[in-house]
């Protein structure tokens, strides 16, 4: 019993699906989401198959407040960008956690296609008809109140106060074009759990990433169709 046991301390296990939040410096206070299926292959080497869903914003991103209604909207963004990511890694396991305790140290190294999505980033726009009083030398509303919810061009849009909000990410997905591109990844994870079959971990790595196509998402900041960025993953899951 004993001896079998040591076995399969030994070879580890066969499968492992974890699933987890992504945090990225290109994706603010939380980037996206993933899901992991790895399969052993010999020794202490994996392979697996991954999905992440990311947003990607622009380092130039600068939210703002209207200071009449209190509502929100990034200065100057005319697109949000979203990605969805394919991937397919290796893991080499440097130390593997006992069978009810312990760390266990993986590198990790993956790549794939990126599918970026470009969703316009709408704004409600005042468009009511202002009139300038010379003798109080202030601007009162002529007729009726007048809001368009339209994607922001700096060239239209070039009065920020009539800015009045934005109407949030969903209207924008409603409207989107598609870019190709590729992506590759190096990092380390570190797992815990209290027994062998049990996953909870941090992976934290690089990624590096390339599209064709036009990717501005703020047209008077300067972009580019590279992007890098640290992660980490905080993830958990089963393995058998």
């Not at 947003?55 to 005319?78: I, T």
């Not at 849009?157 to 409207?175: D, Q, R, T, W, Y």
Request: aromatic content about 14%.
């Amino acid at each position: 019993m004993v001896f079998a046991q040591s076995i399969e301390e030994e070879e580890g296990y066969s499968r492992e699906f974890t699933y987890g939040l992504n945090f990225n410096s290109n994706g603010g206070l939380l980037g996206g989401a993933m899901i992991k299926q790895v399969y052993h292959m010999d020794g202490k080497w994996y392979q697996f198959w991954a999905l992440e869903g990311v947003e990607v914003k622009h380092e130039k991103e600068n939210p703002v407040q209207n200071l009449q209604n209190g509502a929100s909207f990034v200065r100057g963004k005319s697109n949000y960008l979203f990605v969805l990511r394919p991937q397919y890694g290796r893991e080499y396991t440097f130390f593997r956690k006992a069978a009810e305790s312990g760390v266990q140290v993986n590198g990790i190294l993956a790549a794939g296609p990126s599918l970026g999505i470009l969703a316009p980033y709408f704004i409600d726009y005042d468009r009511s008809n202002y009139v300038y009083d010379q003798n109080t030398q202030r601007y009162y509303l002529s007729g009726p109140v007048i809001i368009s919810t339209e994607q922001f061009n700096p060239d239209i849009h070039n009065n920020e106060s009539m800015i009045v909000g934005a109407p949030g990410v969903f209207k924008g997905l409603s409207e989107p074009s598609f870019r190709v591109g590729a992506h590759a990844k190096a990092g380390v994870s570190f797992e815990y759990g209290r027994y062998m079959e049990s996953v909870t971990g941090i992976e934290v790595g690089m990624l590096v990433e390339t599209f064709a196509g036009d990717m501005t998402m703020i047209p008077e900041a300067p972009n580019r169709n590279l992007f890098t960025s640290v992660y980490l993953t905080l993830y958990y899951g089963r393995r058998r």
